[in-house]
């Protein structure tokens, strides 16, 4: 567990005073009270300058507070030694922070050597960590300027699991790659703590990273003030302040989709062809057909202007369209949703583990069985409202 009791942050202010400070000093983190549950994944969020990294930097004592008490499962870091207390912290930077001299191995094995095991042990053990991450052990012989950007990062993660530290702060460690890898980043994010279960505090300025990555969020405003502290759906549906409102941005109700499952909204059969019966579809003006391969997975799209091209010799790439109309069976409503309205046909296609098309999800039901929801739910607070003036 860790806790902030109280915890302030000033630096001197050469110019004088400044909005929010004491005369004297700019004030980076205010008063914070806050606990992390053991095993929790715990996002801080928050616009530039807000003191959510200079709050994480405490823990290790990277940065020491002006006042107040940081504790580590009970223990007061002021009083552990820093050196000993950073061993015990895996700590993961933008760009990963990788010592460009040394190989991918030798930076994985870095902390262990450092904490007393043999070098044959400590890259034995790396090799494992960096299968963890998923990465292929034949990267590691590489050098860290012969990897791509999300490779890196991977490397950068490996690193700090590889003492098995309780605690892992992550510093925005994913905000330097492109989208695609970063979703990839996220969620091997997620699978490895389901897996080893840590501690984990994870900065970052992304309301969607957040919600998707923690199971608390705590959302930073101006002068380091903590502004709300609690699980993502609870932020999205009732902001604390009118600050979180505005961060979290008009469509909140959106992102609260991600906590509703996909299972709530009927599943329907879904019209497939493979590619050898394409040419022999009849379909009428604004009919569509999901082509599939031999082993259901979905290859694309197709109208009936689509299958005149085919006939007219066009390939099947030419003819179809794509568009990001799969989600995960299983998953939930907001990948259901993304799915469907990003689909040419309206339709959203749920796929299996093997990426085989199992069923269909329709952009105008969700929505609609949405509202029906969204009534049901206005009913059921009204109902506690009038209950509760009755016993007034």
């Known amino acids: 567990m860790i806790t902030f009791d109280g915890v302030n942050k000033t630096y001197p202010d ?19 009270d806050l606990v992390i549950e053991p095993e929790s ?20 004592r990277m940065i020491t507070p002006t006042s107040g008490v940081i504790t580590v499962d009970g223990k007061n870091i002021a009083d552990t030694d820093a050196v000993k207390l950073r061993r015990g912290i895996g700590y993961v930077i933008q760009s990963a922070g990788l010592l460009p001299h040394r190989t991918v191995v030798d930076n994985v094995a870095t902390v262990p050597v450092l904490r007393g095991q043999t070098r044959r042990a400590a890259r034995k053990e790396a090799l494992s960590v960096l299968e963890r991450v998923g ?16 490779q890196q990062q991977r490397v950068g993660v490996a690193r700090a699991l590889a003492a098995d530290p309780p605690i892992l702060l992550m510093d925005e460690p994913f905000s330097a790659v492109d989208p695609v890898v970063r979703e990839d980043l996220q969620t091997e994010m997620l699978r490895l703590q ?40 609870t932020i999205l549906a009732s902001p604390a ?31 497939t062809a493979t590619e050898d019966e ?14 599939v391969s031999s082993e259901r997975r979905p ?46 046909s309206g339709i959203g296609v749920a796929v299996d583990s093997t990426g085989a098309a199992v069923g269909s ?25 009038f209950e509760k003036d009755a016993d007034r």
């Open 14 to 32: 050469v110019q004088g005073r400044s909005a929010g400070s004491t005369p004297g000093h700019t004030t980076a983190v205010e008063n914070l």
């Open 41 to 60: 994944f715990t996002v801080f969020v928050g616009p530039s300058g807000c003191g959510k990294t200079t709050s994480m930097r405490m823990i290790n």
């Open 135 to 150: 990465l292929d052990p034949a990267f590691a012989s590489r050098y860290p300027a012969q990897l791509s950007g999300g």
């Open 194 to 233: 389901a897996d080893l279960k840590k501690t984990i505090v994870f900065v970052t300025h992304d309301i969607d990273e957040a919600v998707r990555l923690g199971d608390h969020i705590a959302v930073f405003g101006p002068h380091g003030r903590l502004q709300q502290y609690d699980r993502p759906q």
């Open 241 to 271: 302040t009118p600050f979180v409102a505005g961060f979290v941005g008009r469509d909140r109700g959106y992102r609260g989709l991600s906590f509703r499952s996909a299972q709530s909204v009927t599943m329907h059969p879904i019209d």
């Open 278 to 291: 394409v040419k022999r579809l009849r379909l009428d003006r604004g009919q569509w057909v999901l082509v």
């Open 299 to 344: 290859l694309g799209w197709i109208d009936a202007t689509g299958i005149e091209k085919v006939r007219d010799g066009f390939s099947l790439d030419e003819s179809t369209a794509a568009g990001g109309s799969l989600f995960l069976e299983g998953g939930d409503l907001r990948q259901a949703l993304d799915a469907a309205i990003s689909s040419p």
């Open 361 to 385: 999800v329709d952009a105008a039901e969700i929505l609609e069985h949405l509202a029906v929801q969204r009534k049901s739910e206005d009913e059921e607070r009204n109902r506690h409202h």
